[in-house]
């Protein structure tokens, strides 16, 4: 388990490190985008929790996109990625929804994300 963190994740830069941090997630186990970008096409599953264009597809592919050119974490060349989701339908400020949330390695898993961690971490206690 690796977790990967943007730049500019969270309310605030180093927020989701000190969350992490809080959550007593080893240091060795958070990786810059940096650090992790290049893995994503060696990745059985990854799991995006709260972020939407830090993830999104269109930062690399779309030229009229808001966003075009911003870093992001290439999340959609894993083999599968999980998205967590509140609901369908949120933009972020990228104006637009993320095209990773319609491609075919992807799944998008609504509700709220502790308690949608909380009932993955439970399924995969029982095996």
């Known amino acids: 388990v690796k977790f990967g963190i943007h730049p500019v994740a969270g309310r605030m830069p180093g927020q989701l490190n000190v969350l992490l941090a809080e959550a007593s997630v080893p240091y060795d186990m958070v990786f810059e985008m940096e650090e992790i970008n290049d893995e994503f096409d060696k990745v059985d599953v990854t799991l995006v929790i709260g972020a939407s264009d830090t993830v999104s597809s269109a930062a690399e592919d779309d030229p009229n996109c808001s966003i075009y050119g911003m870093p992001v974490l290439r999340v959609w060349k894993s083999n599968d990625v999980v998205v967590l989701k509140r609901n369908l339908g949120s933009t972020g400020y990228a104006g637009m929804e993320n095209p990773i949330l319609f491609k ?24």
């Open 104 to 127: 075919d390695n992807t799944e998008v898993l609504l509700g709220d994300a502790y308690d949608s961690c909380e009932a993955i971490r439970n399924k995969l206690a029982e095996k």
